[in-house]
């Protein structure tokens, strides 16, 4: 039998996978922490979470492709929640943000064309571009007192077949905000080379106020209509502390647009409000203006999900619900955040050896740790202690020094494993 080039993936369990098998298949006990499932991470929903699913009109079967008016409208309340004026013709409804982006790269890109994506970053890129016979091209974050684009090899990244760049607002893993210098650079360089820009915003909601003895307050930053992050500083708490967590306001969205661009936002449930079961995403379009070619990018997006029609209609009736009360998880969410990385911080202070870089949003750390050997081994040794958590090439990081771990995990599991972490890695020197 013959099958498509581009599933052609080695799907053997890996080493790692089959370590971790092994160990909870013989009942002995892991501190996880690379669990970044909400659903499973001990929080509480409402008793009446489900009760939007049985609406009388989730049985009216009402194809829409670019998804129902309001479900869209309650999206672009979203928006106007962190100061974006947004028409619900500019959304469209998908099932997932995976799915948008391989919606994205079916728009925007023929067989073979090249998409610009961040490195550190997210590795579920890998299998999608393939799926969509798109070529995927790194373009590095570098890290000087902070993660950061680099401009100029960024712009090496760049040949006549590319099409599209890729910004992760935070990053996944680095937690890095886009700043208003690197979105004016990224607006300049779609300028000049004819590209669109896709921004991944899920982790948009979760800002970080603990930035390395200091607290991390967006600034608010208009460009040409642009509005995007930059980063003010103000001391911590007494004696070098982090401070507690400030009462942050809504984070600044590339949904205001970047001024001759195409610009296309993805995120979703599975993030905002804590509920990746549920499975409803959404692209907002914001460019490169509102005449006729604007028009025309909704025109072929609305093809492509009319093509599919994956969105269901109890999900699209419950989402404004789901939506509206969001702050009940992204309170708890953002409080376990907090709260475990002060316990990181705290359990680091022991070893000076670990180095735990700046984060600005989301939930995941990055560490950097003694290359003393190959991140995959040291992962190993720390599962046969009990831990479990990411080697940093997992993201796009160098095979040896870097580890990734989720804040997400219930407390008492962090606190130990955090434990475990610096004890291992303290005997290891």
Request: proline share 8%; with cysteine.
């Amino acid at each position: 039998m013959r099958f498509s080039s581009r599933t052609a993936w080695n799907t053997e369990e890996s080493d790692l996978a089959r370590a971790h098998r092994l160990r909870r298949e013989a009942g002995l006990s892991i501190a996880d922490l690379t669990a970044s499932n909400p659903t499973r991470c001990g929080f509480t929903y409402p008793a009446d979470l489900l009760a939007p699913l049985t609406a009388p009109a989730a049985l009216d079967y009402d194809p829409q492709p670019r998804g129902h008016l309001r479900a869209r409208q309650a999206v672009a309340a979203y928006y106007a929640s962190h100061g974006v004026s947004l028409d619900p013709s500019q959304i469209l409804l998908t099932t997932s943000t995976s799915e948008a982006y391989s919606f994205l790269f079916r728009l925007l890109c023929d067989p073979g064309a090249d998409v610009l994506v961040p490195h550190p970053g997210y590795p579920l890129f890998d299998f999608l571009a393939a799926l969509d016979d798109v070529r995927l091209v790194p373009f590095p974050l570098v890290f000087d007192h902070g993660w950061q684009i680099d401009p100029e090899a960024l712009r090496r990244a760049i040949t006549p077949r590319t099409r599209a760049i890729v910004v992760i607002h935070p990053n996944n893993p680095t937690g890095h905000f886009t700043k208003a210098w690197e979105a004016a650079e990224l607006a300049r360089l779609c300028r000049e080379f004819d590209l669109a820009l896709i921004v991944d915003e899920v982790f948009l909601d979760y800002p970080l106020a603990a930035l390395n003895g200091h607290d991390f307050e967006p600034a608010l930053s208009s460009s040409k209509g642009a509005v995007t992050a930059e980063t003010s500083l103000r001391p911590s708490g007494p004696e070098g502390r982090l401070s507690e967590p400030a009462n942050l306001g809504p984070v600044p969205t590339f949904a205001a647009g970047l001024d001759g661009v195409p610009v296309f936002v993805v995120s979703g449930l599975s993030k905002i409000a804590g509920l990746p079961q549920m499975k409803a995403a959404w692209i907002v379009s914001t460019g490169p203006d509102r005449n006729q070619a604007a028009k025309q990018i909704m025109d072929r997006l609305e093809v492509i999900a009319d093509t599919f029609l994956s969105m269901n209609a109890p999900i699209q009736c419950a989402l404004p619900a789901w939506l509206d009360s969001r702050s009940v998880m992204q309170r708890q969410i953002r409080a376990r955040v907090a709260a475990n990385l002060s316990t990181l911080d705290r359990a680091l202070l022991q070893l000076p050896a670990i180095q735990r870089l700046p984060v600005e949003g989301g939930w995941y750390a990055v560490l950097r740790i003694p290359a003393l050997q190959p991140d995959e081994q040291t992962v190993l040794d720390l599962l046969d202690r009990g831990l479990w958590l990411h080697p940093g090439y997992f993201f796009g990081l160098p095979a040896s020094g870097w580890l990734v771990l989720s804040l997400l995990a219930p407390e008492a599991e962090f606190t130990r494993g955090a434990a475990l972490l610096v004890e291992e890695i303290g005997n290891s020197e």
